[in-house]
């Protein structure tokens, strides 16, 4: 129980930091939405936000996970592996981001933001600052270090959003009232609102580097060519299954793109729509995200002790159930969160949330499930089971996108990570059987969603925002005391929680 405790304790402070840093972009929605309100340029921030998204795997290749892999073998030379991957991740990507630049024309036609060539140099130098922060935080992950991590998140992103305040807003004010002072050299509308976002992430990720700087000092700068090689061969199947991950995240706001007419730029539109609603699913995203920040040195660590498939199937139980319960949360409280988009146009896109909140349920049950091939050195079995989704996500995009538009999308990303989360669960219980309570985690689910279906028929017949709200919080009600009650002996054994449920304190494990 105590390394669930360290587990729990290390995942609220990265949960803490990605929920601050996610909230506080969050905040940035209605704002950006009602600064691009009719505008079709909220849908080529999506789109190029989503192609550096992409890129950004091809740049890391899968190093920070070889580094939480070798960094716990026995046989590694570990003085030189941090200096031989960061090497490594140095000149990858000075390549990549070169490559990038030069060919910034014909990318940005590609992206269908033609008239905008600067914003592949801005995507290019921000993929390159964020790269190359990666292994500094893996090292933080690996080193126990969630409050300098989170310092360092949570910095960066008061940057970001006090520099998008000044480009977006202080800076236009300051030169329609003085046009011929030093704010005309800092800002020129010209190269619009997106240019100037991509503007401030790059320089948030910049910022985030100089902070890590002391993080990525070694004693001796040494490259192992033969520790290179065989993280290589471990990594690259890792970024193969990356690269279709991004194509199950990110493409389909792409595809989109592609596949709807673009007279009166409607398809941007469109994107732009499925992009701000896709951000209701937050809490899920930000949760899947600060567990596997805590969970996958956690995983490596536990890796070597006796008890540690059992220790697997109580973290998973724990996990489904707390996503379960964030499900219910915005499902039931939606009518508020719906305003975080200020521009009511785009709220025709709602009905994609609950699709995506079980979609990215699925996906962390699949990060759950994929320790079984990241322990092992068969990490190509990850990067096949991602190709299947991409392939799904591929298909199921571009048929059904011209006739359904982003609701295609959004069943899309539901059966692709449903896909990769049963085809893993059943292959990797053939490797590596870990106990799960399958059952039990499936009746979980279908009781949220059982809910949500009671909680739309309850609702239906009188749109009055007092009655959705008091019928959803009895509905979370219901669920926290039925799981309590379920899981009582589980919960007691919990530090804090377990106290108010009559436990005792948990014995070291």
């Known amino acids: 129980m105590s390394s669930i405790k360290k587990l729990a304790g290390e995942t609220v402070w990265y949960g803490v930091s990605s929920i601050v840093a996610k909230f506080m972009v969050q905040l940035l929605t209605p704002y950006l939405t009602a600064k691009?309100?009719?505008?079709?340029?909220?849908?080529?921030?999506?789109?190029?936000y989503a192609a550096i998204s992409f890129v950004n795997i091809g740049v890391l290749?899968?190093?920070?996970y070889a580094y939480f892999r070798y960094i716990n073998k026995k046989d590694t030379p570990t003085a030189d592996l941090y200096p031989t991957l960061l090497i490594s991740l140095i000149s990858s990507t000075t390549l990549i981001t070169t490559v990038i630049i030069?060919?910034?024309?014909?990318v940005a036609t590609v992206l269908d933001v033609a008239n905008h060539p600067g914003y592949i140099t801005l995507s290019a130098l921000m993929i390159a600052f964020d790269a190359l922060s990666a292994l500094p935080f893996a090292r933080l992950r690996h080193e126990g270090r969630p409050r300098k991590y989170a310092f360092v998140r949570i910095s960066g992103i008061l940057v970001y959003i006090a520099l998008v305040f000044f480009f977006l807003s202080v800076c236009p004010r300051l030169l329609k009232t003085h046009p011929n002072s030093i704010i005309a050299l800092i800002y020129q509308p010209r190269y619009g609102f997106v240019g100037y976002i991509l503007l401030a992430n790059v320089l948030q990720n910049a910022f985030q580097l100089l902070l890590l700087s002391p993080v990525m000092k070694v004693p001796h700068w040494t490259f192992n060519v033969r520790l290179w090689r065989e993280v290589m061969i471990y990594s690259l199947p890792l970024t193969v299954a990356g690269f279709g991950g991004m194509i199950n995240e990110t493409f389909d706001r792409?595809?989109?793109?592609?596949?709807?007419?673009?007279?009166?730029?409607?398809?941007?539109?469109?994107?732009?729509?499925?992009?701000?609603?896709?951000?209701?699913?937050?809490?899920?995203?930000?949760?899947?995200?600060?567990?596997?920040?805590?969970?996958e040195p956690f995983f490596f660590k536990q890796s070597v002790e006796e008890s540690a498939q059992r220790t697997y199937a109580r973290v998973m139980k724990f996990f489904v159930i707390l996503v379960c319960g964030i499900f219910l949360f915005v499902m039931m409280y939606i009518d508020v969160l719906k305003y975080f988009i200020q521009d009511p146009s785009m709220w025709v896109g709602l009905k994609v949330v609950p699709i995506l909140l079980f979609a990215n349920m699925f996906l962390g049950i699949y990060y759950n499930l994929s320790i079984w091939?990241?322990?092992?050195?068969?990490?190509?079995?990850?990067?096949?089971?991602?190709?299947?989704?991409?392939?799904?996500?591929?298909?199921?995009?571009?048929?059904?996108?011209?006739?359904?538009?982003?609701?295609?999308s959004a069943w899309a990303t539901f059966l692709c990570y449903a896909s990769m989360m049963v085809i893993s669960y059943v292959w990797g219980q053939k490797v590596y059987p870990v106990p799960y309570a399958r059952k039990k985690l499936i009746a979980y689910m279908v009781i949220v969603a059982l809910l949500y279906f009671v909680?739309?028929?309850?609702?239906?017949?009188?749109?009055?925002?007092?009655?959705?709200?008091?019928?959803?919080?009895?509905?979370?009600?219901?669920?926290?005391?039925?799981?309590l009650r379920?899981?009582?002996?589980?919960?007691?054994?919990?530090?804090?929680?377990?106290?108010?449920?009559?436990?005792r304190p948990p014995a070291a494990a």
């Open 486 to 503: 379920v899981e009582r002996k589980e919960f007691r054994r919990l530090p804090v929680i377990g106290k108010y449920l009559g436990g």
């Open 373 to 408: 091939y990241k322990l092992s050195t068969s990490t190509r079995s990850g990067a096949y089971i991602t190709l299947i989704g991409a392939a799904i996500t591929l298909i199921v995009n571009y048929v059904f996108i011209p006739r359904f538009g982003f609701m295609a």
């Open 254 to 295: 792409i595809m989109l793109d592609w596949r709807l007419p673009h007279v009166n730029d409607y398809a941007t539109y469109q994107v732009g729509i499925y992009s701000a609603c896709y951000r209701l699913s937050l809490l899920i995203t930000v949760f899947v995200q600060a567990f596997r920040m805590g969970a």
């Open 455 to 483: 909680y739309v028929g309850l609702t239906g017949f009188w749109d009055n925002l007092v009655y959705h709200l008091t019928v959803g919080t009895i509905l979370m009600a219901g669920y926290t005391v039925f799981i």
């Open 102 to 106: 030069l060919l910034r024309g014909p």
């Open 61 to 64: 290749f899968g190093l920070d």
């Open 36 to 48: 691009f309100k009719g505008t079709p340029e909220f849908g080529q921030m999506s789109l190029v």
